[in-house]
């Protein structure tokens, strides 16, 4: 239960912003259906996928009166279809760039993904396994930085693929620190003059494949790997491999602060929120999208299944990691499940309910903020679980 306060507070919750209070935005709203673009996404009415519309409109309100600060987006979609759709002015920040005002998201708007970048990586990672340009997850990653041997001893050389799909690496890492201070590791990894340098320099503080410890450079490694392995750059082969098939052509993804020719693969993409929403379809849909199977689906089942455990205030809370992926579990008195989702700070996030066939997608300008939990679970259990017909047998 704690876990999901934590996942949703991500999206619904920050101390309330000062700046808030000098703008004003009606809370007068109405259920519409989404709107139907020639953008591949097909939309239908909430009330004709037994969801109850009454429930999301109350929640569309409290977000309106700040009772739920900066959100930015918030989009439905269950049976394959898109039928909540709502976007909200705000705070906001551009990835590298900074304050970028107060701004009226809208349906067209690039919106930063931050670590949901990372979610994307692997996606390509997961194509050019099944495209033959990568053998095997398990390959050592030496094979692949050569020209850094000399930061790899006899340990370091057992580091694969899949331990940075899991960051399981074992390489020192903090990302515990807040952002804003130049101890966090990423911080130090986005000013360095050699990003991979940087990672692969740093000691090795557990066996690869035995701890998870959050990590960027696991992400950054992973586009220069693809890099290596296809011959084109990261954004390069996504918008080919990835992007292309699924239909999105509006996109940015940022370089590093100071290599201007090595994608930001950890945090540096920018999206539409309904193209965020095709990205989960995608995954929901174990890696089909129309007749071109994009990603194999065991591929999928991996990437959004717990492939090592993540640290837990509880022996009964079973936090896991996928390929850049993260799991918690949902945990109601006469209901459980698990939620895989792909997370990035600020209020980034795509949430795959996959026992009620339905994903959410989020966006926010909570950066850099405290978050607190408080009521979260509350407007969680009040407006977005009962909002499900088959949900209610479970909340009587």
Known sequence: MKAIVRILSFVL???????????????????????QLSDGLPVDAMYNNGMDTGKIVALTKLILN?????????????????????YFAGEDEVVGKGYAGYVNHT???????????????SACIGIALKQGFIKSIDEPIFSYFKEYAKYFDASKRKITIRNLLTMTSGLKWDENTPYLDPKNSEIQMDGSD??????????LTSVPGTTWNYSGGSATLLGEIL????????????RKYLFAPLGIKKYTWEPMLKDKDMTAAAWGLRLRSRDLAKFGLLYMNDGKWGNTQVLDTDWVKQSLSAQVLRPSESPKIVRGYGFQFWT??????????????????GGQLIIFWRSMDIVLVFTGGNY??????????????????PSVKEMQPYLK
Not at 26 to 31: D, G, I, M
Not at 66 to 86: A, D, Q, V, W
Not at 228 to 235: F, I, P, S, V, Y
Not at 368 to 385: C, E, K, P
Request: aromatic share 12%; charged share 20%.
């Open 13 to 35: 919750a920050s101390f309330v912003l000062i700046s808030c209070h000098r703008h004003y935005r009606s809370t007068a709203y109405s259920y519409v259906t989404p709107k």
């Open 66 to 86: 700040n009772t739920y600060p900066n959100i930015h987006s918030m989009l439905i979609l269950r049976h394959g279809k898109l039928i909540y759709e709502n």
């Open 107 to 121: 349906i067209d708007d690039l919106h930063d993904c931050r670590s949901v970048s990372k979610s994307f990586t």
């Open 194 to 203: 050699d990003p991979v340098q940087f990672i692969l320099s740093r000691k």
């Open 227 to 238: 890099r290596k392995a296809t011959g084109e750059r990261l954004d390069q082969f996504a």
């Open 328 to 345: 918690d579990p949902l945990t109601l008195p006469r209901y459980k499940t698990d939620f895989p989702f792909a997370m990035g700070r």
């Open 368 to 385: 850099n903020r405290n978050i607190t939990g408080s009521d979260i679970y509350t407007a969680f259990t009040h407006y977005i679980v």
